[in-house]
């Protein structure tokens, strides 16, 4: 199935992927946001196509509060459902308790457990029963994800992901973000081009990665939480 999907969406627009996911799969297909602006072009070319996929974030606990500042405002503009998912209760309490709240900044041991907690494992939630797995990914926001493709198999999550946008740039985003009028965390603005939880991201530099400002206290070539690991 991977190879022929890749046949039939090879060379179209992302709004005709879209329009393709939306034939084939309908309310099977789910598409995860976090409100960056990449993901805000995916739901705004979502509402155009008139696609039946469920939306849906994950409420980590530790976001911005200009990430929920766009939330809004992307409720207000689309009028299209947004489910949020959040940590197990006990799973944060045991955590934190034992560790404190910034144990993540000890080690990538408890950076990676905390991630799970707060992402990985809601995520497992969000997705479970779905077909397809959308995603804002483009190919050049890191070197891991250059590695990737525009459809793939996620054994981990056993689900189809289709990234639309994928072989957007930067520069590409920024002009349709723009000419559509659609809300984008402010943050962006302030040089943050990759944003998650609040402790776990700065504003990076010029000339610096795109993702140098998550996890900025690890080695470089570790910027991923494991939303996107899909080989076990």
């Given at each position: ?24 799969f309908g309310t099977e297909a ?55 998912y959040y940590p197990n209760t ?143």
């Amino acid at each position: 199935m991977i190879t022929q999907i890749k046949k039939d969406i090879a060379g179209l627009d992302a709004i005709d992927i879209i329009r393709y996911i939306e034939d084939k799969f309908g309310t099977e297909a789910v598409f995860s946001t976090s409100f960056g602006i990449e993901d805000q072009v995916v739901t705004h070319l979502l509402a155009q196509a008139g696609s039946k996929a469920s939306i849906f974030t994950l409420e980590t606990g530790r976001l911005f509060p200009e990430t929920y500042y766009v939330w809004n405002r992307t409720l207000e503009k689309y009028k299209l459902p947004i489910r949020a998912y959040y940590p197990n209760t006990t799973a944060v309490e045991e955590m934190v308790n034992k560790k404190g709240p910034s144990s993540f900044y000890e080690s990538i041991d408890n950076r990676k457990e905390c991630c799970y907690i707060r992402k990985i494992e809601p995520l497992h939630r969000a997705i479970k029963g779905f077909k397809v797995w959308i995603t804002g990914i483009r190919a050049d926001q890191s070197a891991n994800r250059e590695d990737m493709e525009a459809v793939e198999w996620d054994e981990v999550n056993n689900i189809i992901k289709i990234h639309p946008i994928f072989n957007w740039t930067l520069p590409e985003v920024d002009v349709f973000l723009n000419s559509n009028g659609i809300p984008y965390n402010p943050l962006h603005d302030k040089g943050f081009p990759s944003i998650g939880c609040q402790p776990c991201t700065r504003a990076v530099q010029p000339g610096e990665d795109f993702r140098s400002g998550r996890w900025w206290w690890e080695d470089k070539s570790k910027k991923e939480c494991g939303l996107h690991i899909t080989t076990k």
